[in-house]
């Protein structure tokens, strides 16, 4: 792996930019636990087939040693909301959720009421599990059900059947105040009764939260390598709309390109990512995005478990680097960028005063892209709101391809 550590510098002004205040943006936390049972042959996530026994405490350790080493740098800020993803963090026992937590709320000031999410899959689910996560903190479970068809399940070689989809559902209904369920679409073979089927299925179980994705055939994947037979485009997107038009019916809001909520129960830590506030990502492969006075950084730790483990443990304390692939200051064009990346995905858009405070720019910086968009029928501007027209939303890549 090529290990790239750039200084960040203050980016200096191109002509013609207004530089605002310096940025201001929430606090999040995301810690990646990058261990699954087996690889999923869709799947392009940092995450690595279980071969043994999973390194629990030694990667605790690590973890806990990252955000010793990176203190320094959210110090004083108060977090709003910790995703705890993977991977399958359910192949963690809840006592190492329980020390995870516990490790966050010394170390860091944690706002009473904080969103806590942590992902688990229905193949690995267990009642007594479930309810350890729940006391340990855990106030938001993300289940990875993707369907409730034997045939599809089988066929996205997930390791649990339709019947393990539905008991996990119903326990962490009773046990977490927000429950969200991960369904795909457009899957091999799948048809329009059957996407209808699995939405169905989901708002029967009393979800409060769903995404809704869309398969798609990644790069450097078993499914990329041998494609299976997929829903052909005009399929997929009536399957999109059935979505849209079955959740609405039913009362859910649909906020952004993929996530769909009952009133009241967006999902406050992915908001955050949306309206480009900041985050500090723990663990192996995890990406974060940190403001200063002076600067926007990003920043990516090493992707394998066993060298970010390595490289955690062999720095000094005051050495903030090893375990880092990369560190990058944001210029104003990336800033810009990211930003209309990140929030142009919420369908109710942003106000002009959300793109000034977390760039740090004037919203004339983006006027050129905004103006295209406009132009193009694909960006609604009213007031002081800017958001994404229905075209907009279902071209959303012809959208961003205006900012950069
Ligand atoms: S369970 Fe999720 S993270 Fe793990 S391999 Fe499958 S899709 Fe990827």
Redesign the pocket.
Known sequence: MTVQVLPCSIPVLARGEVRMNPPRAPLSVYMHLPW?V???P??D?N?HAQREAIPEARYLDALTADLEQALPQVWGREVSSIFIG???PSLFTPAAIDRLLTTLRTLLRVAPGAEITMEA?PGTFEAARFRGYREAGVNRLSL?IQSFNPEHLKAL??IHDEREAYVAAEAAMGLFETVNLDLMYALPGQSLEQARADLEAAIGLGTAHLSAYHLTLEPNTPFAAAPPTLPDDDLAADMQEQTEALLGAAGFEHYETSAYARPGQRCRHNLNYWTFGDYLGLGAGAHGKLSFSDRIERQARLKHPKAYMDAVFSEPSTDHAGHLAETRCLSHGDRVFEFMMNALRLNEGFEARLFESRTGLSIAAAEPGLAAAERRGLLLRERHNIRPSQTGQRFLNELLQLFL
């Open positions: 699954c087996r690889k999923c869709y799947c996530f995450s993977g991977g399958t899959n990875g070689g997930r």
